[in-house]
């Protein structure tokens, strides 16, 4: 009798382990509310925003390796190079292709350019040492230490009111990807979680999901007023673990903060 005892526990056991094992990945596996999250809100950060730029300073024209998707690959050329400053002490070199003619056409894109990086947190811009310019339409890039851009995607961008809200996510791919992505506490935050933010966090879960998340912790915690309860209520019901995770981090958010 205590043996089919014992058996009968040790079944009921497995039974129980089964269910919090199949209910966990029926969790995780929830479809996210998102396709992605550049998208939601044009109002994250806006144009009347302050900006941590200073100054802009032209080091002339000079050899670098820079990567353009119009060829999908890295290339050779002689940009014109700018020296971009910001109140934080942190500097961006701006490289834009030598298609842009002369200098005055150059100045005109890095000027417009270094400002709208100077609203992007310190946290953001840490790791960002170059920003690559090209002319044609092409999706951002972000990653490689670096801000890829294309004038033509930026116009629509900005037509639809989320350049700010692009680069947040691809600054965000150059300064926190490397340290975060792959770590244990984000990858624990993730299994936690009912879900990704996105549709693209999901399918690209080392790629995308520290950018695509990244954006609206920022909106949730230091934009609540720009955002409506049901964006806020959706947040915190989807990734509450990844906003613990990035509030403990103690990331330095000026001029945001």
């Not at 009798?1 to 079944?11: A, E, G, V, Y």
């Amino acid at each position: 009798m205590k043996k089919i005892t014992s058996l009968l526990t040790h079944s009921l056991i497995l039974v129980l382990i089964s269910c919090k094992i199949s209910d966990a990945q029926t969790s995780i596996s929830k479809d996210p509310p998102f396709d992605g999250t550049i998208f939601l809100n044009p109002d994250i950060i806006t144009d009347s925003d302050p900006s941590t730029f200073t100054s802009l300073a032209y080091a002339g024209q000079a050899e670098r390796t820079m990567f353009d998707r119009r060829v999908d690959d890295w290339i050779t050329a002689r940009p014109f190079i700018f020296n971009a400053n910001y109140a934080d002490g942190l500097s961006i070199e701006i490289q834009l292709n030598p298609e842009f003619n002369n200098v005055a056409e150059a100045e005109i894109q890095a000027l417009k350019y270094a400002e709208v990086f100077g609203k992007l947190p310190t946290a953001l811009r840490m790791d960002v040492h170059t920003s690559w310019i090209h002319k044609g339409t092409h999706p951002f890039g972000g990653g490689n230490n670096n801000l890829l851009i294309y004038i033509g995607q930026s116009l629509e961008y900005e037509n639809d009111g989320i350049l700010e809200e692009t680069l947040v996510h691809e600054a965000a791919h150059s300064s926190l990807d490397e340290y975060h992505s792959a770590s244990s506490g984000w990858i624990n935050a993730q299994n936690l979680d009912p879900s990704f933010i996105s549709t693209y966090a999901r399918d690209n879960p080392e790629r995308e999901d520290v950018a695509e998340t990244f954006l609206l912790y920022l909106a949730l915690r230091y934009r609540p007023e720009r955002i409506d309860s049901t964006l806020k209520d959706t947040i915190l019901e989807t990734i509450p673990n990844r906003i613990k995770y990035f509030d403990s981090l103690n990331l330095t958010m000026y001029p945001i903060k």
